[in-house]
């Protein structure tokens, strides 16, 4: 047989896989960077893309916000407008009775009885004045008991003078509600 040295053969058959190997190496190399790279801009993309929308969804949050408060704005003011708009039509419900609180007033004083002042908190009435006598005062009560527009009227302070006999008095009552036939007739008056 022949003696033939393959060795060379080897040797070159193991630096063509070296090289082979290193191009390998380097290909997957590159290719797992690109792929990294390729991930790393898709991810950075994505995350973009969801800052924008963050963004957006906070200028939306931004003018809910302030429309909110324009309505709540409104809302108060209407609030306010309401309060107003009923107190007016309690004045102008009212507005009768205090004419008929004077006039039953004016009715209701007997001879001899001068009021001096007097002075209204809601529904009660104090009122302060001077009488010929004691019985006099008394009268003016029974007159304002037998009124429909008054009730529980209560005498607080009574003093008489003892030079001149007149006395001075202190009384409180409440009104009461206007009877319905007199109340939808001074309504029709207007």
Known sequence: MAKINLLPWREE??????????????????????VVFAGSKFAQNKVEYQQSRNDYMQREIDKLKAELKEIEELESTKANLLARMDIIQELQTKRPQVVHTFQELAERVPEGVYLLSMKQDKENLSLEGRADSNARVSTLMRNLDASDWFKQPGLDVIQSAKNSGVSTFKMRLSQSVAPAEDTQLAVSDE
Do not use: H, M, P, S
């Not at 082979?20 to 190496?25: I, L, V, Y």
């Open 13 to 34: 058959e193991r630096r063509l896989q070296t090289r082979q190997f290193g191009f390998t190496a380097l290909f997957t190399g590159i290719a797992a960077a690109a």
